[in-house]
């Protein structure tokens, strides 16, 4: 079973600071996806990196996919209090069907 | 262009009763997934089913929990005698294609509470 780990688990920071969230794994994913949720709907795909190393951008949000495709890392600058939510980041595994989702962060940005 | 509906959004029921949560894919889309989302915890796989087949159904409880995808009208998820420990948020899923590697449309979930 393939399993990801996501840090930290809770974030509460001041609009305009910087973060960086992890994803991290022993196991090797044919990709690493990020998700954003809110309260009450399902999540909804932000970004999906697929080659070891890759980097994206999306305004204020990079992604990073590891050489290894084993971890990832997102990053916002400059957050802004519509940033709050529960960040998933999710692998696809190499064979089969299914994504493995780590437990989440969840994004406070206080005005 | 709708996205993935799913209805109901929240279903109360007692123990021992049964369950049902539809979800219907994005148009032009044959690949469904359910997955499950417990109380603080992440999201975990339950099936995967093209129209009228079941392809992975390796996350599922083996009692009590079936899936159908049928030739017409939307994917079911049934859940028969209802425990406490299945209240849960119940989310579809949908893709054009068979390949995971570059993520799904999900839909508002259907939240279960049992009592």
């Known amino acids: 079973t393939q399993l990801l780990e996501q840090s930290p688990q809770f974030l509460s920071i001041q609009e305009g600071e910087n973060l960086t969230v992890y994803c991290n794994s022993s196991s090797v994913f044919s990709s690493l996806q990020w998700y954003r949720q809110e309260p009450g709907e399902g999540p909804v795909l932000l970004v999906t990196?697929?080659?070891?190393?890759e980097v994206k951008k999306l305004k204020r949000l990079t992604f990073q996919f590891g050489d290894a495709r084993k971890d990832s890392s997102l990053h916002i600058t400059a957050a802004q209090p519509g940033d709050t939510g529960l960040y998933l980041c999710?692998?696809?595994?190499?064979?089969?069907?299914?994504?493995?989702f780590g437990e989440g962060t969840q994004l406070t940005v206080n005005p | 262009n709708a996205g993935v509906m799913q209805n109901p959004r929240h279903l109360v029921r007692r123990r021992g009763q049964e369950a049902r949560l539809r979800c219907s894919p994005m148009k032009g889309h044959s690949h469904v997934y359910w997955y499950r989302q417990l109380p603080e915890e992440g999201l975990k796989f339950m099936v995967y089913?093209?129209?009228?087949?079941?392809?992975?159904e390796s996350g599922m409880p083996k009692e009590r929990f079936s899936a159908e995808f049928p030739k017409e009208g939307p994917s079911i998820l049934r859940i028969q005698q209802v425990v406490r420990g299945d209240s849960a948020a119940y989310f579809c899923?949908?893709?054009?294609?068979?390949?995971?590697?570059?993520?799904?449309?999900f839909g508002s979930g259907t939240r279960l509470t049992v009592v």
């Open positions: 899923a949908s893709s054009p294609i068979a390949l995971t590697v570059f993520g799904y449309t």
């Open positions: 089913l093209q129209k009228e087949n079941i392809i992975d």
């Open positions: 990196v697929v080659t070891g190393g």
């Open positions: 999710a692998g696809a595994e190499t064979s089969g069907s299914r994504l493995t």
